[in-house]
């Protein structure tokens, strides 16, 4: 496919802050001769941005979501797109189906499982047909949660150490957040607002899988947390919380299990919490985190429902578009650690940290490696609408060390 079609990856959105990063980083890490463009809605906008990246070598592709034709022309130009144009509710489905249709890889930033279920509802068999991969969550959403799940896998069938049980991540981070991430899950707000039965979607732990049926049945998987971390592994002290991206993250796992035939075990539990410290403040601080992620999605879906909520949210938050400074961008950090315990009662720990804002700096990585993953290397015979690890977990893990971001596991006992 990559000498058939006139460009190799194409980066749809390079005129939004994220797009605009994930470009800045391709012009340092694609290799020599990659055949890249930039699109958007913009021709203007679109020479700015290749003009002040230093990539005139690059094309431009003038492209719009509203305009179905302009979306299958840009599919059909290159092997793979990445898109950062969203909320992806919005103005997602469009890219897809031209992907879907034209047999072109796809990567997306997306944190929004209703999104999500709409496109493998739509566009999965199609996908599957014509061999291309539609690649959701290829940011910090979900990229280390679904990569530290599955190197772990791939570990314990080394050590022939069993299945994986029990699993918790746990995230400590440090970094902004832009009116993109806020837009995102006000959109997903609004649907479930205006349709009920969306709920469901985001309330069911398996509501992403390939096959309800096949996935473990393990009981109540809550994404709300609130305890001591040695409950845990018995190495942590101090208390973790819930974490804000665990109900969209614990799903795209459990449906990278489905997609490589439920390999993580027919006992494999996963959840994600976050750090809370270990002060003797850490329990309040837990306990308040907890319930301010209650609160806030509660106030959240309330004030979307009326025009003059929506206009109380539009001024409190920040706008679409806007994101953290460049000194914010790379004073942050995020590290997550993944615990397991397999049936042979073997312990392991998987590490997933890097440098600079992890929704920002450090997604610009991981979404520019996913699409270079999907323009240049080997990946699974696998197609659809798939997660990071069903689609590229081995050839998108090796990039991201060699992009110098940690992904390690070890043995604790």
Not at 34 to 52: C, F, M, N, Q, Y
Not at 61 to 68: F, K, M
Not at 163 to 177: C, F, H, K, Q, Y
Request: proline fraction near 4%; charge should be neutral; hydrophobic fraction near 40%.
């Amino acid at each position: 496919m990559t000498d058939t079609r006139e460009f190799d990856l194409i980066v749809f959105g390079a005129t939004g802050f994220v797009g605009k990063l994930t470009a800045q980083y391709l012009r340092g890490a694609a290799p020599a001769g990659a055949r890249i463009a930039l699109a958007g809605r913009s021709p203007d906008k679109l020479e700015a941005v290749r003009a002040e990246i230093g990539a005139d070598d690059w094309g431009t592709v003038v492209a719009d979501t509203t305009d179905q034709e302009s979306m299958d022309a840009l599919a059909a130009r290159a092997t793979a797109v990445i898109t950062t144009v969203g909320p992806y509710l919005r103005y997602g489905m469009p890219m897809v189906a031209a992907c879907a249709k034209a047999g072109t890889h796809y990567a997306d930033l997306t944190g929004e499982p209703l999104f999500i279920r709409d496109a493998i509802d739509a566009h999965h068999d199609e996908a599957a047909r014509t061999g291309a991969k539609i690649v959701n969550s290829c940011g910090y959403d979900s990229v280390p949660s679904d990569l530290s799940v599955y190197q772990l896998y791939r570990r314990t069938v080394a050590d022939n150490t069993g299945e994986l049980g029990d699993t918790t991540l746990i995230a400590t981070l440090r970094g902004g957040v832009s009116g993109g991430t806020v837009d995102s899950g006000r959109a997903m707000m609004e649907a479930v607002a205006a349709d009920k039965s969306k709920g469901a979607v985001l309330s069911h732990p398996y509501s992403l899988s390939p096959d309800k049926a096949m996935d473990p049945d393990v009981g109540r998987q809550s994404d709300l947390t609130f305890q001591r971390a040695r409950d845990i592994d018995p190495s942590l002290d101090g208390w973790v919380s819930t974490f804000v991206m665990a109900a969209h993250n614990t799903k795209i796992v459990r449906r990278s299990n489905g997609l490589l035939g439920w390999v993580y075990g027919k006992n494999f539990r996963y959840r994600e919490t976050m750090s809370a410290g270990r002060s003797p403040l850490a329990p309040v601080i837990a306990a308040g985190i907890s319930g301010g992620v209650v609160a806030g999605m509660a106030a959240g879906g309330l004030l979307s429902r009326f025009g003059a909520g929506r206009a109380v949210l539009d001024r409190i938050l920040p706008a679409p578009g806007t994101g953290p400074s460049e000194a914010t961008r790379e004073s942050g950090w995020f590290r997550m650690r993944t615990y397991t315990r397999t049936s042979s009662g073997a312990r392991y720990l998987a590490t997933f940290a890097g440098q600079g804002d992890p929704g920002y700096k450090a997604t610009a990585v991981m979404l520019g490696e996913s699409g270079l993953a999907l323009a240049f290397d080997e990946k699974p015979d696998i197609a659809g609408v798939l997660t990071p690890a069903a689609a590229m977990g081995d050839a998108l893990t090796g990039r991201l060390r060699a992009a110098g971001i940690t992904v390690d596991v070890e043995l604790l006992g």
